[in-house]
């Protein structure tokens, strides 16, 4: 069999919302849509009947982006009915593991054209009410968050499997001995890197606003920050004096949709355009639930060395900013990194992390990187809760 070579011919996403902003009245599968219909829109030469499949990740799939919706997006956008579509649940890794299905599928020459995304609304994720295991209970019933984190949880798993993202951050952060003021400093150069990058327009070719939502640029960015404000937070997760973690050195809830246009060299052909990137390896690997954070570490080793390639060759790498103390901790596991190829144009910090969506983001802001800068070796990869990481190798 011979293993077809996979080619990103487009990326584009939304801007960013913060939780209970821009995007509170939108729903996520008309996110969704709108990122399929636009990719689809910038590719005229494409008949969008030889779109072999629709892949979308999506963490919660709790409320509105219930009932597959890679399959809404499909129907929301206008594609033909002919086009199928799937939705993957890798947690934040969902979007990156929609790519990286797609792209196996068209290596395997199961398909030749393919759309991969992701989305997410962590602000219109519902409440939801277990239910009871005997009709009409007497006694208050408990509401649980889709948002974010565990509920429902298993009562074997282990105690110290299932704490907070945020007292995972300070693992990591104990682990490596990071200081409050290094979290901080991270924080405000994320903030830095996506404020610069939007005042140069570096974020035109790959962002497409949502019509009517009156956002034009990712809406957590914060220009104006500084050490004195991100100092002046407390600790939202350990208050006993020992915390680091707090809401400026961490992603914030967010909504968001991206999506890619897969091809082979044959779908490449009927495109009429040249690709951003071809995608190289990937990786995807488990580690202690509690240190999820450190779980691109391997990750990103073994999609390296897939791709026959080192830290040096790196170019450009997208690391998922969950925390400060995450990224933080993987890039110290990491001494053969140059710092200086890592979130270019800002990370989630200040851009924003919609879970499902993340993954695709990443993807293609590393695609797009590539093709500005005419060559080079781009990653992206993410740490996952309940731990686990990804990791995507791209040339160009």
């Known amino acids: 069999m011979r293993i077809r070579d996979v080619y990103i011919v487009d990326a584009v996403r939304t801007p960013i919302g913060k939780f209970g902003g821009a995007y509170a009245g939108v729903r996520p599968d008309d996110l969704a849509a709108h990122v399929v219909r636009a990719l689809v829109d910038r590719t005229p030469a494409l008949d969008p009947t030889r779109i072999d499949d629709v892949v979308f990740g999506d963490a919660n799939g709790a409320g509105e982006d219930n009932r597959d919706v890679a399959r809404m997006a499909v129907l929301l ?94 693992l990591v952060a104990d682990k490596y001995a990071l200081t409050r003021e290094a979290q901080d400093a991270f924080a405000l150069e994320s903030h830095r890197k996506a404020a610069a990058a939007w005042a140069a327009g570096e974020y035109d070719a790959e962002v497409v606003p949502y019509p009517g939502a009156e956002l034009t640029r990712d809406e957590c960015v914060r220009e104006g920050s500084s050490m004195e404000a991100l100092a002046r937070l407390k600790p939202a997760f350990r208050t006993d004096g020992r915390g680091t973690v707090t809401a400026g050195n961490a992603s914030p809830l967010n909504d968001g949709a991206a999506a890619l246009l897969l091809t082979d060299e044959a779908g490449l052909a009927e495109t009429g355009r040249e690709p951003l990137a071809r995608i190289r390896a990937s990786a995807v690997t488990g580690i202690e639930p509690q240190l999820f954070g450190l779980g691109p570490v391997e990750a990103v080793r073994r999609a390296l060395e897939k791709a026959g390639r080192g830290f040096a060759d790196l170019t450009t790498l997208e690391l998922n900013e969950a925390f400060a103390a995450q990224a933080l901790g993987c890039l110290e596991a990491w001494p053969e990194l140059d710092r200086s190829v890592v979130n270019p ?52």
């Open 345 to 396: 144009r800002g990370g989630a910090i200040a851009l924003g992390h919609p879970l499902g969506a993340s993954g695709a983001r990443l993807a293609g802001a590393v695609a797009h990187q590539l093709a500005a800068a005419g060559s080079g070796t781009g990653m992206a990869a993410l740490c996952i809760g309940v731990g686990q990481g990804i990791a995507l190798v791209l040339e160009r």
């Open 77 to 170: 956008a206008g594609l033909p009915v002919t086009v199928p579509g799937v939705t993957v649940n890798r947690l934040c890794g969902s979007g990156l593991e929609a790519v990286i299905q797609a792209a196996r599928a068209i290596a395997l020459g199961d398909a030749s054209v393919a759309i991969a995304g992701g989305v997410e609304s962590m602000t219109r994720a519902p409440w939801v009410v277990q239910k009871p295991e005997r009709a009409f209970p007497a006694a208050h019933q408990q509401l649980w968050s889709t948002t974010l984190g565990w509920r429902m949880t298993n009562p074997r798993m282990p105690e110290e499997w299932t704490g907070s993202l945020g007292e995972g951050a300070e």
